[in-house]
């Protein structure tokens, strides 16, 4: 695994000259955002407690004060790098077609991997690059045809973001064709939270 951190850190220099172009609207930043309302504890996903099984020191269960990523026009763009180089280098598929199974959450070690594969391993690129763990939040999303999606959501001072395998762009949540349903609780990984737009019922948004 750690032979493929290096071997991956090594081409992302290389690609980085490829992907500033993809970056500059950084410069700029995006349009401003808001926040996801965050409710009661919900159900942990089955992928996350597997996932916690073999990287046990990536999920302590310890609480933390809630921090936030200082979005400015540096951060975002070496934020929006990331989430282009992670998407152009691993390819799309199944965890049926990858390891026989309906649902598995790792890193993208062999270079293939599924949404949830891709969000793992863009939060830990994040954090090895100084970015707080308690605002690199791995959300649960349902698609417009019900399919179930994973995302990695960015909480900023200027609100809440999105990084997409479906996307380079880093969008803010509220511009995305989701319904987002839970994520981690900055806290503590290990806890999950129900989501629901502003106004809208967690009762629904939990479902």
């Known amino acids: 695994m750690f032979g493929f951190i290096v071997k991956t850190a090594a081409i992302y220099v290389l690609a980085g000259a490829a992907l500033i172009a993809s970056a500059t609207t950084a410069d700029a930043g995006p349009e401003g955002s808001s926040y996801a309302v965050a409710g009661a504890e ?72 599924d949404c949830e594969d891709y969000a793992l391993l863009k939060r830990r690129m994040l954090i ?44 803010p949540w509220t511009q995305t064709p989701y319904r987002f349903v839970k994520r981690q609780s900055q806290e503590n990984p290990n806890i999950w939270v129900a989501l629901s737009e502003p106004g809208a019922r967690l009762a629904y948004a939990g479902r």
């Not at 302590?60 to 990331?82: C, F, M, Y």
């Open 42 to 113: 919900t159900s942990v996903p089955f992928g996350w407690v597997d996932f916690c099984q073999r990287y046990r020191g990536e999920c302590a269960d310890e609480t933390h004060a809630p921090r936030d990523i200082d979005l400015t026009s540096a951060a975002l763009k070496k934020i929006a790098r990331v989430n282009a180089w992670v998407n152009k280098s691993i390819q799309p598929v199944t965890d049926e077609e990858h390891w026989a199974t309906v649902d598995a959450w790792d890193y993208p070690t062999d270079g293939k991997g």
């Open 128 to 171: 090895a690059k100084g970015f707080p763990s308690e605002a690199l939040l791995l959300t649960v999303v349902k698609e417009a045809n019900g399919d179930g999606h994973s995302i990695l959501t960015i909480h900023t001072n200027r609100g809440d973001y999105v990084l997409d395998n479906l996307t380079d762009e880093v969008k």
